[in-house]
């Protein structure tokens, strides 16, 4: 008889053909063959072709622009940069290491895993961009931990990021148990993602892209908007469909009802700090051509507005109908610029995308 601990292997599995995304029996096989939930398992797909490097594009211009550009622009591009920054970077440190323990689905943590090496991808891309568009690098850095009107963005979030990590450590322990209390917090570590991902990381892209429009610091642009597309059409889904599974489960939708109050404050809250950052990163006389607070703020609004679908809750304002800043949907379907490669670095690929069907084939040729 075996001596392994279940939780390292379980050879007594018996869910393999119904098993939940969380809390069910510990994992024994990594199964792609009973496939639960087939969209999370197409997303890990997905995510690993959109697979690309922090070293793709040359940042020397940039070097050479952040000495020349006006205050405002100089000022504006730091602070999304620092916000960015750091929050790919608590993103990076904080899905396998903090959900692990829940996690019973093969697909979900195929799919986190991913997620969590590719946050860790965004995060060296804004270290990178650092690193060599300044001469001295280690002062931006400096300058960058300084902003603290960046980190408080973080809190909410940061939050319930905190409360995960204490009790998924005790659960691994064996010192919480498998009940609705602690499927709850799993169920609000989520719902925090989607706000991260969905909404909060939004109105620096926006920043960032309008100033790559107009002209500056072209390749940070481009670097952004490959981490624009993770975020979009990887990371935030991904939220999104878990949510919707779980939703149709028996603990999602007590949790629904239990948590709806947290849920509806942890939204607003986020929303509230995007509508005060767009102040801020306009304050103090800085300007942007073709973007201003108030326009800012829609875009953030807009943004939040699948999320409070997705969950079924009341926004406490108003949500633009129509997308309010409609350049972006250039910045954020890559698709719809297709540049010559010899004029610029070409984001616009994914990793095996052609299949090769004919090894057995036998093909008939005069020649």
Not at 83 to 96: F, H, I, P
Not at 162 to 189: C, K, P, W
Not at 287 to 301: F, H, I, Q, T, V
Request: glycine residues 4%; charged residues 25%.
């Amino acid at each position: 008889m075996s001596t392994i601990n279940e939780k390292i292997f379980n050879v007594n599995k018996t869910d393999y053909e119904r098993t939940p995304l969380f809390l069910g029996q510990s994992p024994g096989l990594f199964d792609t063959i009973n496939k639960n939930h087939p969209k999370i398992w197409n997303l890990y797909k997905l995510m690993k072709s959109l697979d690309w490097d922090e070293n793709e594009f040359n940042y020397t211009i940039c070097n050479t622009q952040f000495k020349t550009c006006s205050k405002s622009t100089y000022e504006m591009m730091i602070m999304s940069l620092a916000w960015q920054w750091e929050g790919d970077s608590t993103a990076a440190r904080s899905l396998v290491p903090l959900v692990a323990p829940f996690v019973s689905s093969s697909e979900l943590f195929a799919a986190w895993q991913a997620i969590g090496l590719n946050e860790v991808l965004h995060a060296a891309t804004y270290s990178e961009i650092v690193r060599n568009s300044f001469d001295d690098p280690k002062e931006v850095f400096r300058e960058v931990l300084k902003i603290k009107e960046s980190l408080s963005r973080l809190d909410s979030v940061a939050e319930v990021m905190s409360t995960i990590h204490d009790i998924s450590h005790r659960y691994a322990l064996g010192e919480v148990e498998n009940n609705q209390e602690t499927y709850n917090e799993i169920f609000m570590f989520v719902v925090a993602m989607y706000c991260l991902e969905r909404i909060q990381f939004m109105a620096s892209f926006c920043v960032t892209f309008t100033i790559a429009s107009t002209g500056y610091f072209v390749p940070i642009g481009k670097a952004v908007q490959k981490i624009a597309q993770d975020e979009l059409e990887m990371h935030s889904e991904l939220d999104k469909v878990i949510l919707e599974y779980e939703l149709q489960t028996e603990r999602g939708k007590i949790a629904m009802i239990q948590c709806k109050g947290r849920i509806k404050k942890l939204l607003d809250d986020v929303v509230n700090s995007e509508l005060n950052w767009s102040e801020f990163i306009f304050s103090e006389g800085r300007e942007l051509p073709g973007m201003n607070a108030p326009r800012l703020k829609l875009w953030s609004l807009f943004c939040a507005k699948p999320v409070y679908h997705t969950l079924d809750i009341e926004p406490e304002h108003e949500l633009p109908e129509k997308n309010p800043v409609k350049f972006m949907e250039n910045w954020l379907n890559i698709s719809s610029t297709q540049p010559s490669p010899q004029e610029e670095t070409n984001g616009q690929y994914k990793l095996n995308v052609v299949r090769r069907d004919d090894q057995e084939v036998v093909f008939d040729v005069d020649f």
